[in-house]
């Protein structure tokens, strides 16, 4: 079982919330690693970097009870059994330049669909952003034919923008 993800008035309904679900999950003899409230730091057993912990596709910074989604980080490798292996990323706060170089000269229809759709939202907090990418991906298909197509200078020019 992970994350809760309940939201109370104050933070003794909460604290209750939590102990009454440790006593629940103790009698099934299922652990927990602990539970995070707003305003504290996270539990050390639940966060990776002492600030935020993973919710879904979210980071949740609980000092400041603000969300983060999480963005992938850009790379053209494939996946192997739901790994990426041995590909480079593209670091955030490159240059246009930088991103010209990192990105595939042939860049294909295939590679521009799957970068749009590795961003996920529940919430739909992306959504306008997402709504531009999308009708610049109609504009890839409409120019070409098949999934594996190269797309034109230009607008591979188009995407390095988006990418960055």
Request: proline share 5%; charged share 30%; net charge negative.
């Amino acid at each position: 079982m992970d994350n809760l993800v309940d939201s109370k008035v104050t933070k003794e309904e909460a604290v209750q919330l939590a102990k009454e679900t440790t006593e629940v999950l103790d009698r099934l003899n299922i652990p927990t690693k602990g539970f995070s409230f707003t305003g504290d730091d996270p539990q050390p057993e639940e966060s990776i970097d002492g600030i935020s912990i993973d919710v879904n596709s979210m980071k949740w910074i609980t000092s400041t009870d603000a969300i983060e989604i999480k963005i992938p980080l850009l790379h053209f490798g494939t996946k192997r059994r739901g790994r990426v292996v041995g590909v480079d990323y593209f670091e955030p706060g490159g240059s246009f330049a930088k991103m010209d170089q990192f990105v595939p000269q042939q860049l294909t229809r295939r590679m521009i669909v799957s970068k749009r759709a590795s961003l996920y939202d529940f919430l739909g907090k992306l959504e306008p952003i997402k709504a531009k990418l999308k009708l610049d991906e109609r504009e890839v298909v409409l120019l070409t034919s098949g999934w594996d197509d190269v797309v034109s200078p230009e607008v591979r020019n188009k995407w390095l923008s988006n990418f960055l």
